[in-house]
């Protein structure tokens, strides 16, 4: 008897890594922009945190994450970071307000470029979609692998903003240096008319704006106002991630043409591609 109960926990030893592998999906982290960032992972109510939620991330360098099924939650990019102590970490883009490399359950703080996804949903589908409903810092594209069924198109926001920005808008690192992030209209003037809320808080009464067009014109695939659903969020079964900071506009197209990518949407937008 105790034989057989050694072989029955030897057995679940050894099948349980094999059940967890397939019943989690992997996000591939590539950082192809030119300097360091330090991306951010927020998980939603009532799922389990990522670990881990902050971690530095070189030019040029990758890290992959394993992600639950199950698992809703969004990725970002912390930028122009600086880390004075274990405990005094902040960035001047996408900050969490931890203090720390780890977001520990904290938000971007905006203006951020995101991308959301909420993993076996519906039917089993995953959600995703690429989200400058709170600002922009940065180009980051999405990229599903394996996908089995839905449409498991690309999406993203492949162009620099910050440096065509609307004057609004524009945020700019103190003491100089450039712009580094681009406000959305909601946070710049905290009206109810650009932030969807109040008397235009459904889709029959918050309508795009003029500053939403400007993020919508040059990036078609990724959301631009709260209620831009039809256009901007994407889906696919039993997929992995590959999640790009600062993707290069001309190869990214060429790698999707090859993928006969099937979404009707250009992902970006040509002429805006460089201003």
Not at 60 to 82: F, N
Not at 92 to 121: H, R, Y
Not at 211 to 230: E, G, T, W
Request: include cysteine; proline fraction near 7%.
């Amino acid at each position: 008897m105790d034989r057989l109960l050694l072989s029955a926990s030897v057995l679940t030893l050894l099948i349980l890594p094999f059940f967890s592998e397939v019943n989690s999906a992997s996000f591939k982290l590539v950082n192809k922009c030119r300097y360091e960032v330090w991306p951010g992972v927020l998980s939603g109510a009532n799922t389990a945190p990522l670990s881990p939620t902050g971690f530095a991330l070189k030019s040029g360098k990758s890290r992959t994450l394993s992600v639950p099924k199950a698992w809703s939650g969004r990725i970002w990019a912390r930028t122009l970071c600086t880390e004075y102590s274990p405990t005094n970490f902040s960035c001047v883009t996408g900050d969490c307000g931890s203090g720390k490399i780890e977001c520990a359950g904290s938000g971007a703080e905006p203006p951020a470029t995101f991308a959301g996804f909420t993993l076996n949903g519906a039917d089993g589908l995953d959600f995703y979609d690429v989200s400058l409903v709170d600002g922009y810092n940065l180009p980051m594209l999405v990229v599903p692998r394996g996908g089995t069924r839905g449409g498991c198109s690309a999406t993203g926001c492949l162009v620099d903003l910050n440096g065509k920005c609307p004057r609004a808008l524009r945020v700019a690192r103190e003491g100089g240096g450039g712009r580094v992030a681009c406000r959305s209209a909601c946070e710049a003037f905290g009206d109810p008319q650009f932030c969807c809320s109040e008397a235009y808080a459904t889709p029959d009464t918050c309508q795009p704006s003029v500053f939403s067009l400007f993020f919508k014109h040059a990036c078609p695939r990724a959301y631009s106002y709260a209620y831009d659903d039809k256009t901007s969020t994407y889906t696919c079964a039993s997929a992995d991630y590959i999640i790009i900071f600062c993707p290069l506009p001309y190869t990214s197209l060429k790698v999707l043409g090859i993928r006969k990518d099937g979404a009707v949407l250009p992902l970006v937008n040509k002429t805006m591609m460089y201003f």
